[in-house]
C-alpha cells in the first residue's frame, strides 16, 4: 500500500524536514579535516534534541548512531566512530533524518573535506545532485514512478564521461542495490524508486496528490555494484570507486512539488527546471 497524506500531514512532514535541513546545515560547517565522524554524530544529536524532534536513525534495524557518515568509496550507511578522521581532499555524504509527531523526513549530501578535490569527484557530486532535482522535476501529477527513474538515469548517461586529464574513467556508475522509497509514518515505506528504467518493475503506481517520496541516486566513478561490509551496515563499491549521494523528501500537492527537506521548499531549484514548487504550508 502507497500511503497518501493530507495537506495537515504534509505540513508535519515539512516540519520534520526543515528538522533535516538544520542537520545538514550544522554538520556541513562541522565536516572539516581533523574531525571524526563521530563528531558529525554529536553534532546532529544536539541539534535533533534542540528541536524537541527524534532520531529515526538511531536503533533503525539495529543502526547504532543518528546520521550515516559515508567517506570515499563507501556508498551508503556508513557508521560514525571515533576512528575515522576526516583529511583533506575526502568526501563524505552525510545522510539525516528526523521525526516530529509521528512522521519523517530523510535527506543526504555530498560534502567536500577542505580543499584541493580533483575535478572529476567534483564533477561527480553534481552529476548526482542535479540528476536528484531531475527527478525531483519529474514528479508531476499524472506522471508514474517510472518517470522520474527515467529522468535520473537520463540525466547521468547524458553527462561526459568521467576523466582524469585525458584519460575517461568509463561511465558513471548508478548504484543498483539501493534506492529511493515512500516516506511519511515510517522511513522507509512502498513503493521503492529505482534510479534507473527496468523492465521488469514495470510503470509502477500513478503520482498523486499527497504521495510523499525520497528521491536518493547515489552514483559512482566506476561500477554499480556494491558489497557489505561485515559490520552488516557499511555498503562500498566493488572496485573501490568513490561515490556520491544525494537525497531530499518530496510531497507531492495539487499545486505541484514541495521539497520538504530543502529550506527554500525546492522553489529556486525546480525555477531553474520549468517547475513551480507548491507554497510552503509553514510560511
Known amino acids: 500500500m502507497v500511503q497518501i497524506k493530507t495537506p495537515e ?3 508535519k512532514m515539512r516540519e520534520a524536514g526543515l528538522v533535516v535541513a538544520a542537520i545538514h546545515a550544522a ?3 562541522a565536516a572539516v579535516p581533523g574531525a571524526t565522524t563521530k563528531d558529525l554524530d554529536e553534532v546532529a544529536r544536539k541539534v535533533i534534541a534542540d528541536h524537541g524532534a527524534k532520531s529515526n ?13 559515508s567517506v570515499n568509496e563507501v556508498v551508503v550507511h556508513g557508521i560514525p566512530d ?3 578522521v576526516l583529511k583533506d581532499g575526502d568526501i563524505i555524504s552525510i545522510d539525516a533524518g528526523a521525526i516530529v509527531d509521528g512522521w519523517h523526513g530523510d535527506a543526504a549530501y555530498t560534502a567536500f573535506v577542505g580543499t584541493g578535490h580533483a575535478p572529476e569527484l567534483v564533477e561527480l557530486s553534481r552529476v548526482t545532485e542535479e540528476s536528484m532535482w531531475a527527478g525531483i522535476a519529474a514528479m508531476k501529477l499524472g506522471n508514474r514512478l517510472v518517470d522520474i527513474s527515467k529522468a535520473i538515469e ?10 582524469v586529464g585525458d584519460h575517461s574513467l568509463g561511465r558513471y ?5 539501493y534506492g529511493g522509497h515512500g516516506i511519511g509514518t515510517e522511513m522507509h515505506m512502498d513503493p521503492h524508486l529505482l534510479n534507473y528504467v527496468s523492465r ?5 503506481p500513478k503520482l498523486v496528490p499527497g504521495l510523499c517520496l525520497a528521491i536518493e541516486p547515489m552514483v559512482s566513478l566506476g561500477t554499480p ?3 557489505v561490509l561485515k559490520d552488516d551496515w557499511t555498503v562500498i563499491t566493488t572496485d573501490g570507486t568513490w561515490s556520491s549521494h544525494w537525497e531530499h523528501s518530496i510531497a507531492l500537492t495539487e499545486e505541484g512539488p514541495l521539497v520538504l527537506t530543502a529550506v527554500d521548499g525546492g522553489k529556486a531549484k525546480l525555477a531553474e527546471l520549468g517547475v513551480t514548487a507548491a507554497p510552503d504550508p509553514l510560511a
Open 9 to 11: 500531514q504534509i505540513a
Open 27 to 29: 554538520t556541513r560547517e
Open 57 to 69: 536513525f538511531l536503533g533503525y534495524g539495529g543502526f547504532p548512531a543518528t546520521i550515516c557518515t
Open 82 to 84: 571515533d576512528k575515522t
Open 154 to 163: 537520463t540525466y547521468i548517461k547524458r553527462q561526459p564521461r568521467p576523466a
Open 173 to 177: 556508475g548508478i548504484i543498483e542495490d
Open 200 to 204: 521488469k518493475r514495470g510503470k509502477g
Open 225 to 227: 555494484q556494491t558489497e
